[in-house]
Protein backbone atom coordinates (compact mmCIF):
# COMPACT_ATOMS: atom_id res chain seq x y z
CA UNK A 1 0.00 0.00 0.00
CA UNK A 2 1.37 3.26 -0.96
CA UNK A 3 0.49 6.84 0.86
CA UNK A 4 1.38 9.83 0.02
CA UNK A 5 1.12 13.16 1.75
CA UNK A 6 1.30 17.03 -0.45
CA UNK A 7 0.94 20.76 0.57
CA UNK A 8 -0.07 21.56 -2.80
CA UNK A 9 -0.68 25.39 -1.92
CA UNK A 10 -3.73 25.70 -3.81
CA UNK A 11 -5.22 22.92 -5.47
CA UNK A 12 -6.54 25.26 -8.62
CA UNK A 13 -3.16 26.48 -9.18
CA UNK A 14 -1.59 23.17 -9.24
CA UNK A 15 -4.43 21.21 -11.29
CA UNK A 16 -2.89 23.60 -13.76
CA UNK A 17 0.61 22.28 -13.45
CA UNK A 18 -0.22 19.07 -14.04
CA UNK A 19 -1.41 17.59 -11.31
CA UNK A 20 -4.43 15.05 -12.59
CA UNK A 21 -1.46 13.08 -15.32
CA UNK A 22 0.79 13.36 -12.13
CA UNK A 23 -1.81 11.26 -9.92
CA UNK A 24 -2.64 8.66 -12.72
CA UNK A 25 1.19 8.39 -13.08
CA UNK A 26 2.20 8.12 -9.46
CA UNK A 27 -0.62 5.80 -9.07
CA UNK A 28 -0.70 5.73 -4.66
CA UNK A 29 -3.55 4.37 -2.87
CA UNK A 30 -4.11 7.06 -0.56
CA UNK A 31 -3.67 10.76 -1.71
CA UNK A 32 -3.40 13.18 1.47
CA UNK A 33 -3.46 16.87 0.71
CA UNK A 34 -3.24 20.18 2.74
CA UNK A 35 -3.68 24.19 2.08
CA UNK A 36 -6.14 23.32 -1.32
CA UNK A 37 -7.35 26.62 -0.38
CA UNK A 38 -10.67 25.78 -2.65
CA UNK A 39 -14.63 24.70 -1.92
CA UNK A 40 -16.00 21.91 -4.05
CA UNK A 41 -18.23 23.80 -5.83
CA UNK A 42 -15.03 26.24 -7.16
CA UNK A 43 -13.55 22.28 -8.43
CA UNK A 44 -13.46 20.90 -11.75
CA UNK A 45 -14.93 17.29 -12.53
CA UNK A 46 -11.74 15.91 -12.68
CA UNK A 47 -10.78 16.75 -9.40
CA UNK A 48 -13.95 16.01 -7.29
CA UNK A 49 -14.17 12.49 -9.26
CA UNK A 50 -11.15 11.48 -10.79
CA UNK A 51 -10.69 8.12 -12.50
CA UNK A 52 -10.11 5.57 -10.02
CA UNK A 53 -10.41 7.42 -6.69
CA UNK A 54 -13.18 8.31 -4.32
CA UNK A 55 -12.56 12.38 -2.50
CA UNK A 56 -13.49 13.71 0.69
CA UNK A 57 -12.41 17.23 1.46
CA UNK A 58 -12.87 20.30 4.02
CA UNK A 59 -12.52 23.46 3.46
CA UNK A 60 -11.74 26.59 5.87
CA UNK A 61 -15.00 29.01 6.58
CA UNK A 62 -12.66 31.71 4.82
CA UNK A 63 -12.50 31.37 1.21
CA UNK A 64 -8.53 30.62 -0.50
CA UNK A 65 -7.51 29.57 2.79
CA UNK A 66 -6.33 26.30 4.31
CA UNK A 67 -8.44 22.92 2.86
CA UNK A 68 -7.57 19.26 3.74
CA UNK A 69 -8.24 16.46 0.72
CA UNK A 70 -8.32 12.77 0.53
CA UNK A 71 -7.93 10.94 -3.02
CA UNK A 72 -8.27 7.23 -1.72
CA UNK A 73 -8.66 3.84 -4.23
CA UNK A 74 -10.44 1.87 -1.60
CA UNK A 75 -13.32 3.89 0.64
CA UNK A 76 -12.89 4.21 4.31
CA UNK A 77 -15.89 3.02 6.48
CA UNK A 78 -16.27 6.31 7.70
CA UNK A 79 -14.37 9.85 7.27
CA UNK A 80 -14.76 12.63 9.81
CA UNK A 81 -13.98 16.17 9.70
CA UNK A 82 -12.09 18.17 12.43
CA UNK A 83 -11.01 16.97 15.65
CA UNK A 84 -13.49 18.26 17.84
CA UNK A 85 -13.29 22.23 18.71
CA UNK A 86 -15.24 24.89 16.81
CA UNK A 87 -12.37 27.13 16.97
CA UNK A 88 -9.53 24.86 15.27
CA UNK A 89 -12.56 22.80 12.68
CA UNK A 90 -13.32 26.20 11.31
CA UNK A 91 -9.96 26.48 9.24
CA UNK A 92 -10.69 23.27 7.57
CA UNK A 93 -7.56 21.63 8.94
CA UNK A 94 -8.12 17.74 9.51
CA UNK A 95 -9.74 14.76 8.25
CA UNK A 96 -10.31 11.74 10.25
CA UNK A 97 -10.33 8.91 7.58
CA UNK A 98 -11.17 5.08 9.58
CA UNK A 99 -10.06 2.24 7.32
CA UNK A 100 -10.96 -0.63 9.78
CA UNK A 101 -7.22 -1.65 9.74
CA UNK A 102 -5.92 1.75 10.65
CA UNK A 103 -7.44 5.20 11.24
CA UNK A 104 -5.73 8.51 9.43
CA UNK A 105 -4.97 12.05 9.93
CA UNK A 106 -4.72 14.17 7.11
CA UNK A 107 -3.83 17.45 9.34
CA UNK A 108 -2.26 20.65 7.92
CA UNK A 109 -1.19 21.96 11.06
CA UNK A 110 -1.19 25.56 11.93
CA UNK A 111 1.71 27.91 10.58
CA UNK A 112 2.88 30.29 13.74
CA UNK A 113 2.37 33.64 11.71
CA UNK A 114 4.27 36.34 11.09
CA UNK A 115 5.84 37.39 14.32
CA UNK A 116 5.13 34.26 16.03
CA UNK A 117 2.23 35.84 16.68
CA UNK A 118 -0.45 32.58 16.12
CA UNK A 119 1.86 30.37 17.97
CA UNK A 120 -0.48 30.02 20.79
CA UNK A 121 -3.13 28.89 18.78
CA UNK A 122 -0.68 26.59 17.43
CA UNK A 123 0.15 24.98 20.06
CA UNK A 124 -3.65 24.60 21.27
CA UNK A 125 -4.06 22.78 18.16
CA UNK A 126 -1.16 20.31 18.43
CA UNK A 127 -2.66 19.80 22.13
CA UNK A 128 -6.19 18.66 20.83
CA UNK A 129 -5.11 16.23 18.02
CA UNK A 130 -2.88 14.46 20.51
CA UNK A 131 -5.61 14.09 22.60
CA UNK A 132 -7.96 12.89 19.63
CA UNK A 133 -5.12 10.38 18.44
CA UNK A 134 -4.63 9.42 22.02
CA UNK A 135 -8.08 8.07 22.87
CA UNK A 136 -8.20 6.13 19.76
CA UNK A 137 -4.71 4.26 20.02
CA UNK A 138 -5.32 3.47 23.85
CA UNK A 139 -8.42 1.72 22.24
CA UNK A 140 -5.65 -0.52 20.13
CA UNK A 141 -6.11 1.16 17.19
CA UNK A 142 -3.63 1.48 14.70
CA UNK A 143 -2.79 5.33 13.90
CA UNK A 144 -1.38 7.20 10.17
CA UNK A 145 -0.43 10.95 10.71
CA UNK A 146 0.51 12.82 7.77
CA UNK A 147 0.48 16.22 6.67
CA UNK A 148 1.98 19.81 7.12
CA UNK A 149 3.23 19.70 10.48
CA UNK A 150 4.91 23.13 9.55
CA UNK A 151 7.76 22.38 12.37
CA UNK A 152 10.87 20.65 11.95
CA UNK A 153 11.66 18.75 14.56
CA UNK A 154 15.82 18.50 15.26
CA UNK A 155 18.97 20.69 13.41
CA UNK A 156 19.48 18.20 11.08
CA UNK A 157 15.73 18.27 9.40
CA UNK A 158 16.31 22.20 8.22
CA UNK A 159 19.23 23.76 6.30
CA UNK A 160 19.68 26.51 8.55
CA UNK A 161 19.06 25.52 12.27
CA UNK A 162 20.96 28.48 13.71
CA UNK A 163 19.43 31.26 11.71
CA UNK A 164 16.11 30.31 12.97
CA UNK A 165 15.85 29.36 16.43
CA UNK A 166 13.34 32.70 17.26
CA UNK A 167 11.54 31.59 14.18
CA UNK A 168 7.95 29.95 14.42
CA UNK A 169 8.79 26.24 12.45
CA UNK A 170 11.68 25.79 14.99
CA UNK A 171 10.69 27.41 17.98
CA UNK A 172 11.84 25.43 21.45
CA UNK A 173 8.57 25.16 22.48
CA UNK A 174 7.54 23.72 18.78
CA UNK A 175 10.22 21.20 18.90
CA UNK A 176 9.53 20.26 22.71
CA UNK A 177 5.85 19.02 21.55
CA UNK A 178 7.69 17.37 18.73
CA UNK A 179 9.48 15.37 21.04
CA UNK A 180 6.77 14.94 23.17
CA UNK A 181 4.87 13.12 20.08
CA UNK A 182 7.12 10.80 19.40
CA UNK A 183 7.86 10.01 22.93
CA UNK A 184 3.97 8.53 23.35
CA UNK A 185 4.52 6.82 20.55
CA UNK A 186 4.47 7.55 17.54
CA UNK A 187 7.41 6.88 15.09
CA UNK A 188 8.84 9.45 12.16
CA UNK A 189 8.48 7.49 9.32
CA UNK A 190 11.55 9.14 7.26
CA UNK A 191 13.86 8.85 10.21
CA UNK A 192 12.96 5.39 10.91
CA UNK A 193 14.94 4.61 7.97
CA UNK A 194 16.97 7.94 6.99
CA UNK A 195 19.24 9.09 9.15
CA UNK A 196 21.36 11.55 7.62
CA UNK A 197 20.49 15.60 6.47
CA UNK A 198 20.20 17.27 3.29
CA UNK A 199 16.57 15.83 3.05
CA UNK A 200 13.58 18.39 2.90
CA UNK A 201 9.84 19.45 2.35
CA UNK A 202 10.05 22.70 1.99
CA UNK A 203 11.75 25.53 0.36
CA UNK A 204 11.13 29.53 0.23
CA UNK A 205 9.79 30.03 -3.11
CA UNK A 206 10.75 34.30 -3.08
CA UNK A 207 14.74 33.52 -1.96
CA UNK A 208 14.52 30.34 -4.71
CA UNK A 209 15.88 28.20 -2.09
CA UNK A 210 14.88 24.73 -3.93
CA UNK A 211 17.72 25.42 -6.29
CA UNK A 212 20.36 25.79 -3.58
CA UNK A 213 18.61 22.67 -1.57
CA UNK A 214 17.85 25.18 1.51
CA UNK A 215 14.60 23.72 3.13
CA UNK A 216 13.19 22.55 5.88
CA UNK A 217 11.61 19.21 6.35
CA UNK A 218 8.02 19.92 7.82
CA UNK A 219 5.90 17.45 6.49
CA UNK A 220 5.69 13.87 7.85
CA UNK A 221 4.34 10.58 8.35
CA UNK A 222 4.22 9.45 11.28
CA UNK A 223 2.41 5.84 12.46
CA UNK A 224 1.85 4.66 16.17
CA UNK A 225 4.42 1.97 17.06
CA UNK A 226 2.17 -0.49 16.67
CA UNK A 227 1.99 -0.32 12.86
CA UNK A 228 5.75 -1.20 12.05
CA UNK A 229 5.98 -4.61 11.51
CA UNK A 230 3.48 -3.23 8.29
CA UNK A 231 6.14 -0.16 7.57
CA UNK A 232 7.91 -1.22 4.75
CA UNK A 233 9.63 2.70 3.42
CA UNK A 234 9.67 5.89 3.07
CA UNK A 235 9.96 8.72 0.91
CA UNK A 236 10.82 12.22 0.06
CA UNK A 237 9.93 12.92 -3.86
CA UNK A 238 11.63 16.28 -3.85
CA UNK A 239 11.28 16.01 -7.78
CA UNK A 240 7.92 16.80 -7.77
CA UNK A 241 7.22 20.36 -8.68
CA UNK A 242 3.92 22.40 -8.85
CA UNK A 243 4.42 23.37 -4.85
CA UNK A 244 6.75 25.41 -2.58
CA UNK A 245 6.40 21.65 -1.07
CA UNK A 246 6.88 18.30 -2.21
CA UNK A 247 5.19 14.94 -1.64
CA UNK A 248 6.17 12.99 1.08
CA UNK A 249 4.95 9.24 1.30
CA UNK A 250 5.33 5.66 3.19
CA UNK A 251 4.95 1.94 1.75
CA UNK A 252 3.10 -0.68 3.84
CA UNK A 253 3.39 -4.13 3.58
Same mark, same amino acid.
Given at each position: MYLLS?????????????? $??? $??NESPDILCLQETKAHPEQLSEGLIKPRGYK????????????????? !???? +??SVEEGIGDREFDSEGRTLVADYGDFVLFNIYFPN???????? +?????????FLEKANKLKKKGRKIIVCGDVNTAHHEIDLARPKE???NTG? $???????????????????????????????????? !????????????????????? $?PQLNGACILSNV?????? +?VGIKLK
Open positions: WNVNGIRAVEKKGF $LNW $LETFWSSAERKGYSGVSIF !TKKG +PVGGAGNKRV +PFKMAFYDKNQKF $LPEERAWMTKFVGQGYVDTFRHFQKDGGHYSWWDFK !TGARARNVGWRIDYFFVSENM $LMGSDHC +P
